[in-house]
């Protein structure tokens, strides 16, 4: 039982490159969120989804687009990659009890 | 969302108990008190949490308030693997999605 895998872990890109973060679950959980953290800071709620193909915006979404076409995984992309949009990426899962959110080990991104 | 006060920095002996305040006058009586803990370079790992009553786990106890306009995360002896942020969230009972909004949390420090 893995838990919540992310990848990649590290990743540097260039202004104006595109990329995407894949999150993978493994424990049948129904929600899943996408979260980033600057340095200092608390962790902010970018998207998220209470279930396959559904997603919602959270605190900071603008930039970022995200895709659950399957229940174990969540992806987050990024269009055009902005310096402001260096900062480590968490994802994390719940069940239905909503108690215990679950979060993986977090991807590294900078763009220079 | 209700928010939280934290200190941002604490400092504990090794095998001392610690005790982390967390402040929410304006908590509501629908909103839950979570707790979670971020080790260096990690994703937040779940704590504890409650409502109303005091509750206690393996790895914590947390003390509510009677007016619920406080709680004390209580870990009963530290050691040097609890060296950690560590964030108290309120999230409200009907928050669709189980939302969490993090704060800057408080920057507990273990000494030998």
């Known amino acids: 039982n893995a838990g919540v895998t992310q990848t990649p872990k590290f990743r540097v890109l260039k202004t104006g490159q595109s990329m995407t973060l894949l999150c993978a679950q493994d424990?049948?959980?129904?929600?899943m969120y996408w979260y980033r953290q600057d340095p200092g800071m608390g962790l902010r709620l970018i998207h998220y989804s209470v279930g396959e193909g559904t997603t919602a915006k959270g605190e900071v979404p603008d930039g970022y687009n995200v895709s659950r076409l399957k229940k174990q995984n969540f992806l987050l992309g990024l269009e055009s990659a902005a310096p402001s949009q260096t900062s480590v990426y968490f994802c994390?899962?719940?069940?239905?009890?909503?108690?215990?959110?679950?979060f993986g080990p977090g991807t590294r991104l900078t763009v220079t | 969302d209700a928010k939280t006060t934290q200190p941002n920095s604490m400092e504990s002996n090794e095998e001392e108990p610690v005790h982390l305040p967390c402040n929410h006058s304006?908590?509501?009586?629908?909103?839950?008190i979570h707790w979670y803990r971020q080790l260096p370079s990690q994703g937040p790992e779940y704590v504890i949490h409650g409502l109303t009553s005091n509750v206690n786990n393996r790895m914590a106890s947390l003390a509510i308030a009677e007016d619920r306009k406080s709680s004390t995360l209580i870990l009963h002896r530290a050691t040097l693997r609890d060296a950690a942020v560590y964030y108290c969230?309120?999230?409200?009972?009907?928050?669709?999605?189980?939302?969490?909004?993090f704060g800057q949390g408080t920057e507990l420090s273990v000494k030998p």
């Open positions: 994390a899962s719940r069940t239905g009890q909503p108690y215990e959110q679950y």
């Open positions: 424990m049948n959980h129904e929600y």
């Open positions: 969230i309120l999230r409200e009972i009907y928050n669709q999605g189980g939302k969490l909004i």
């Open positions: 304006t908590i509501s009586g629908t909103d839950y």
